[in-house]
């Protein structure tokens, strides 16, 4: 079956812009995360969602970012007012109900803020 | 989550094991050890877990030390295909909430012809 999408794939910004990034997780998979990935270094953890309910954001940088998964499938990272700083990959997950469940990683978008 | 400790890199010939090592000191005794790998710009790969008995599965053996302070992950006959960065994770696991995953900063193996 499919595996995890992301659109756009590449994504390329003026400073001060609004961007929407967006996951479609495997079917039936109840826990979706975000991550950010900088060049060169591990996946770092920014918010997850057990179906609409956004159980951790602890890993937000800071209120320009946000996420919302309103149906319990589909969720979209909105970063408002970019930054240079925030170009990096930004990678989404999902996994079946259990945390001992694998996470699936998605192939990313990456953002870069001119 | 508890650190790990993971050497920066590690080459490996092609057809032999290799043993990728992890510390994990601190682990506390609810917490999971997760291996991921990262191949070139793909996303990360889910490989293997076990919380203190030894696993193995189609990809990997995990073998967990008795104190749980340290692990190794072997790869038994290591292909070009599996040059990737290789990821030791210690984590909380519940029955029915997700949880993060808490990447450091992994080893980079090459397999080598």
């Known amino acids: 079956g499919a595996g995890v999408s992301q659109s756009p794939r590449y994504k390329v910004t003026k400073r001060g812009q609004d961007v929407a990034l967006r996951c479609d997780p495997i079917?039936?998979?109840?826990?979706l995360y975000w991550y950010r990935q900088a060049l060169g270094q591990g996946p770092e953890f920014l918010t997850y969602?057990?179906?609409?309910?956004?159980?951790?954001k602890s890993g937000l940088p800071n209120d320009r970012f946000s996420a919302e998964r309103p149906e319990g499938s589909i969720s979209t990272l909105t970063i408002q007012r970019t930054e240079q700083r925030d170009s990096a990959m930004y990678r989404c997950?999902?996994?079946?109900?259990?945390?001992?469940?694998?996470?699936?990683f998605g192939p990313g978008t990456r953002l870069t803020v001119l | 989550d508890a650190k790990t400790t993971q050497p920066t890199s590690m080459d490996c010939a092609e057809g032999r094991a290799a043993n990728l090592p992890c510390n994990h000191s601190?682990?506390?005794?609810?917490?999971?050890v997760y291996w991921y790998r990262q191949i070139h710009s793909q996303g990360p790969q889910y490989i293997i877990h076990?919380?203190?008995n030894n696993e193995t599965n189609e990809m990997a053996s995990l073998i967990i030390t008795e104190d749980r302070k340290s692990s190794t992950l072997i790869l038994p006959h290591a292909t070009l295909r599996d040059t990737a960065v290789y990821y030791c994770i210690v984590r909380v696991v519940g029955e029915t909430s997700g949880s993060r995953l808490t990447f450091g900063e992994g080893t980079q193996l090459t397999v080598n012809p």
């Open positions: 079917s039936g998979h109840v826990s």
């Open positions: 997950a999902s996994s079946s109900a259990g945390s001992y469940n694998e996470q699936f």
């Open positions: 076990g919380l203190k």
């Open positions: 601190t682990i506390s005794g609810n917490e999971y």
């Open positions: 969602f057990n179906y609409e309910a956004q159980q951790d």
